[in-house]
């Protein structure tokens, strides 16, 4: 079946240092969700991609569509002490009627004040 | 605040114990979605309602049952309950059914710890 693969598994950096994850599938997705997860809470939608080669902003966070649409990349610039969490890409399954969502594994974020 | 209720926040039974968990969605969205989340572990996707039928299923226990009611709340029942089933336990909705956008909005959860 379809998966996600998100690299890295986990990130320790310092704040104000830019960061990247992305996420790759063997299969092609037609819609790339990046979520974000805080400690003790539930994900919440960062940024949603549409179109291949699409690359959509907010904020200090930027995220691409691969052109392949077997992958997709999340940046943040900058980064400060409440980016910490766990950050999530997802996509829909289109393969047959029961239409899931898609989630990787996740990257887990700690930034070091 | 997303919108999506749920109840109790925290719970902490026995081992062979039956607990109900409660969402109710954001007002006006129709589809209800309940996630497994172990810890370390990434979203294990267990079950999807729409309008109050059943649109899909994930890899949801024998153990484990649900419902969504005319009023767009929905349960998620736990039976039989076993260690392995202390985890964190969401609820999301999304206005459309088909999880064509993926856009969802989870509640806070609600920590089941089994002892």
């Known amino acids: 079946g379809q998966q996600l693969n998100q690299s890295p598994q986990s990130m320790f950096i310092q704040e104000g240092e830019d960061v990247s994850m992305n996420c790759t599938s063997s299969?092609?997705?037609?819609?790339w969700l990046w979520y974000k997860q805080d400690p003790g809470e539930g994900p919440v939608l960062l940024i949603a991609?549409?179109?291949a080669g699409e690359l959509t902003s907010n904020g200090r966070l930027t995220a691409q569509f691969g052109i392949t649409r077997k992958d997709s990349f999340l940046n943040i610039s900058a980064s400060i002490p409440s980016d910490v969490g766990i950050y999530f890409c997802?996509?829909?399954?289109?393969?047959?009627?029961?239409?899931?969502?898609?989630w990787g594994l996740g990257t887990s974020l700690a930034v070091n004040p | 605040d997303s919108g999506v209720t749920q109840t109790p926040k925290h719970l902490i039974t026995a081992t062979g114990q039956r607990v109900t968990l409660r969402c109710s969605p954001r007002?006006?969205?129709?589809?209800v979605y309940w996630y497994q989340q172990s810890l370390d572990q990434g979203l294990q996707f267990l079950i999807q309602?729409?309008?109050?039928?059943?649109?899909a299923k994930g890899n949801i226990l024998e153990r484990f049952s649900a419902q969504q009611f005319p009023d767009l709340h929905s349960e998620l029942n736990l039976s039989s309950l076993e260690l392995g089933d202390s985890a964190l336990y969401f609820c999301?909705?999304?206005?459309?059914?088909?999880?064509?956008?993926?856009?969802?909005?989870f509640g806070e959860g609600s920590r089941l710890t089994v002892l």
């Open positions: 999301a909705s999304s206005v459309g059914g088909g999880q064509n956008t993926g856009e969802l909005f």
């Open positions: 007002s006006g969205d129709l589809s």
């Open positions: 309602y729409y309008n109050g039928e059943e649109r």
């Open positions: 299969s092609i997705f037609n819609t």
């Open positions: 991609l549409y179109k």
């Open positions: 997802a996509g829909p399954n289109h393969a047959g009627n029961n239409r899931k969502l898609i």
